[in-house]
């Protein structure tokens, strides 16, 4: 019995994260479409906020991939890192529900 109301736990705490990273693929999603417009002020409060929420993660992958044709191409190697994460956290979620009896 605690096996299970651990392993659901485990499962409701993986969807948790889930749910977040999806918060945050949006957040990301919406600041790599503001970096589009150049008429942007990057003193503007809501821009600014994405990009200190947005730019520790986008930073890591500035590094491994460089802009080509003055394109940044490193928000695609993020977004496509979180998905995996993502993926991953679901597999795992169902898969220790699964132990729990499901939901």
């Known amino acids: 019995m605690e096996t ?13 994260l889930s749910v977040a990273i999806n918060f945050y693929l949006l957040v990301l999603f919406v600041r790599v479409i503001l970096s589009w417009f150049p008429n942007i002020d990057p003193s503007n409060p809501l821009f600014a906020t994405l990009t200190s929420i947005t730019d520790p993660y986008l930073n890591m992958f500035r590094g491994l991939i460089p802009p080509i044709g003055g394109i940044d191409l490193s928000a695609l190697l993020a977004f496509f890192v979180l998905r995996l994460l993502q993926s991953l956290l679901q597999t795992s979620s169902y898969q220790f529900g699964g132990l729990a009896g499901g939901f």
């Open 4 to 16: 299970a109301a651990l392993s659901q736990g485990l499962a409701v705490l993986l969807n948790v």
